[in-house]
């Protein structure tokens, strides 16, 4: 969903991290698209689509390798 600002538009790339636990799955390179209105990134559908391919065959389309993963402790409050 790209918001009605859409001023500034660039193009960058980003990591995200889904699932948690052994289901956790880190994609790297994600394509976006950052609004310098809103300060918000997208992803486009057709990126969306991969996405989701991604998560769905992590077992074969990702590399087990070293990560460390840190814990938030603090909550909002
Ligand atoms: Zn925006």
Do not use: Q, W
Not at 12 to 20: A, L, M
Not at 42 to 54: C, K, P, S, V
Not at 57 to 65: M, T
Request: with cysteine; hydrophobic share 35%.
């Amino acid at each position: 969903m790209i918001c009605a600002v859409r001023r500034g538009l660039s193009l960058g790339r980003t990591t995200k991290s889904f699932g948690r636990g052994s289901n956790l799955v880190v994609v790297e390179n994600i394509p976006v698209v950052h609004c310098g209105g809103c300060h918000e990134s997208y992803i486009t559908a057709e990126t969306a689509r991969e996405l989701d391919h991604i998560r769905k065959n992590r077992r074969s389309l990702g590399k087990a390798k070293r990560v460390l993963v840190a814990s938030f402790k603090k909550s909002a409050a």
